[in-house]
């Protein structure tokens, strides 16, 4: 089963601009994490937010998580280039002993 | 350097044969997971281990196994059960409990 679903699925930009991408879940979760895949690559850890927090920033990205909506966004402010890439959510159960469900993810294009 | 390290890169399997997958990691993590993803798709989990000797399967464990006998080995045996092996495989690991994980770099495995 898949956890969470973003939107949109795919999301094209110029150099400069922001993003924003969002994902919806649907059980209760301990934590709520980004990860950046390049293509053919393996993934890599963006940002955790835990269930208590409602807002965490990390240089050029910001997170929110609002648990009563079941729902998430990642925003990527002043996009480059290199920020091309899919990007996923994946959420941790509010259950002991369970592994990330992650979400079909968004892929992102900035041109230049 | 600490990380995780998937072989081989790429891997073709004749019908009807097991092929393994190895991954290996030196963070010292618990846990280990195995995820699959087909194009355009999301991971869906495969098996994961938080203890030596011990495993759980994932959503889409058939056709599959594994062995934890090693904190540091998690390898994955793709067996002829399985009808449709072809995709990109994605082993990770993590501290458990509420932390980012840390994947390798995939391994693409092809039905020939």
């Known amino acids: 089963s898949q956890q969470g679903e973003e939107d949109p699925q795919a999301l094209s930009i110029q150099e400069g601009e922001n993003a924003t991408m969002n994902c919806s879940y649907k059980?209760?979760?301990?934590?709520l994490q980004w990860y950046r895949q390049n293509s053919g690559r393996g993934l890599v850890h963006l940002i955790l937010?835990?269930?208590?927090?409602r807002e965490k920033h990390s240089g050029r990205l910001r997170v929110t998580l609002d648990t009563s909506k079941k729902s998430s966004s990642l925003l990527i402010t002043a996009s480059r280039a290199a920020d091309t890439a899919s990007y996923f959510c994946?959420?941790?159960?509010?259950?002991?002993?369970?592994?990330?469900?992650f979400g079909k993810g968004t892929t992102l294009s900035v041109s230049s | 350097d600490g990380g995780i390290t998937q072989s081989p890169k790429y891997l073709f399997r004749k019908e009807g044969q097991n092929v393994t997958l190895s991954c290996e990691q030196n963070?010292?993590?618990?846990?280990m997971y195995w995820y699959r993803q087909d194009p355009g798709q999301g991971l869906r989990l495969i098996y994961y281990?938080?203890?030596?000797?011990?495993?759980q399967k994932g959503d889409i464990a058939e056709g599959y196994s594994v062995s934890r006998e090693k904190k540091e080995s998690f390898p994955l045996t793709v067996t002829s059960a399985q009808k449709n092996p072809t995709a990109f495989y994605l082993c990770?690991?993590?501290?458990?409990?509420?932390?980012?994980?840390?994947f390798g770099s995939g391994t693409r495995l092809t039905v020939v």
């Open positions: 059980t209760s979760i301990n934590n």
């Open positions: 990770a690991s993590s501290i458990v409990g509420g932390y980012g994980y840390t």
């Open positions: 281990s938080q203890i030596v000797n011990d495993f």
């Open positions: 994946a959420t941790e159960a509010n259950q002991a002993g369970t592994a990330l469900i």
């Open positions: 937010i835990r269930s208590n927090e």
């Open positions: 963070l010292n993590h618990d846990a």
